[in-house]
């Protein structure tokens, strides 16, 4: 029997796409995610980002923490690699890769001197439970299941980026730590490597077994609530005015 969601969503791939002429499988697993993924892509922090209103000590405090995650991002999208069926997917992914070792380090570098986060901090900072979780879902995804696990937790963490950064009318921050982190995930470039992603798993999720499928749902529907989770930490150990010290 085909149950649904809250939402009225499915809880089966095919009874989703019964109805519809052209199905996306990531479709329904941005579905699957409800509300949360409301949650993620208008979260608060995204919305004083674009609008140049988000505190300093909010940023670093994540900054240092999204650059802990960065390598657990990197050995990811190389295991995906490594599990791409064609050549053509893994030369897409070897592009990325480069993107996040080059580009987005040199991004972090210069960010955390023109918001004073020491070395000795960002290198080898105490993880919070949300950085700890989320690293430990990606590594498991890559570690337990396939090209399609991975995927599943690879797909939703880029997605959400995208979907928060080109929204907001154009929006642009002044500062440039701001300013760049919106650019860097809202250029044209990035759009279609997400759009690529999307269709490597609809590719994978529509040919999977209904039991797979489900577990692809649920690594998905994880990594939207720990990107929420990501956002709201920013702000722990930051005081009422969030104007004080973060706490790394």
Known sequence: MVGVTGDGVPDRYAAYAADRS?????EWLRARAGPSWDDA???????ELRSDELADAVFARYLVQDYAFVETLVGAFGHTL?????MAAKSRL??????LTDDEDDYFQRSFAALDVPESTYR???LTETTAAFRDL???AAREGGYAETLAVLVPAEWVYLAWASAGDGERPERFYLA?????????AFASFVDWLRSELDREGAAASERRQARLADLFCRTVDLEVAFFDAAYEG???DQGGEAAW
């Open 238 to 240: 930051i005081g009422a």
């Open 22 to 26: 052209n199905p996306r499988f990531t």
């Open 82 to 86: 490594g599990d791409a069926p064609t």
């Open 124 to 126: 080898d900072p105490p």
């Open 41 to 47: 892509t208008d979260h608060r922090f995204a919305r």
């Open 180 to 188: 760049e982190w919106v650019d860097l995930h809202a250029v044209p």
């Open 94 to 99: 070897a592009d990325f890769l480069g993107t």
């Open 138 to 140: 990606v590594e498991r």
